[in-house]
Nanobody, 122 residues
Framework: QVQLVESGGGLVEAGGSLRLSCAAS????????MGWFRQAPGKEREFVTA????????YYADSVKGRFTISRDNAKNTMYLRMNDLKPGDTAVYYC???????????????WGQGTQVTVSS
């Protein structure tokens, strides 16, 4: 089973940027479709973005399209999430996970990392 460690979260003002990282170990990362999800206080976890194993296909929730960019470096077993023009509504704990590329993508297992907190102040 792949082990996942998210990092890069923090406190940022509205309009600012952050880059999250997801370091993977265990099951071959390079053959896994991957994604980012987030959970805000009092809300259910929701899909944010996903990328296929090759990095050629990407998927975004409408709420982040045009502001967030997902990427991956299979040589480093790492996935990234570049977040620009952050809004207070983006405040959440962000998690990475292996996914099934359904519409929308869903986690392929119940295993989650510890997540990384993103807080956007207005």
């Amino acid at each position: 089973q792949v082990q996942l460690v998210e990092s890069g979260g923090g406190l940022v003002e509205a309009g600012g940027s952050l880059r999250l990282s997801c370091a993977a170990s265990g099951r071959p990362f390079s053959t896994s479709d991957m994604g980012w999800f987030r959970q805000a206080p009092g809300k259910e976890r929701e899909f944010v973005t996903a990328i296929d194993w090759s990095g050629r296909r990407t998927y975004y929730a409408d709420s982040v399209k045009g502001r967030f960019t997902i990427s991956r470096d299979n040589a480093k077993n790492t996935m990234y999430l570049r977040m620009n023009d952050l809004k207070p509504g983006d405040t959440a704990v962000y998690y990475c996970a292996a996914v099934l590329l359904t519409n929308p993508p869903v986690p392929s297992s119940s295993h989650w990392g510890q997540g990384t907190q993103v807080t956007v102040s207005s």
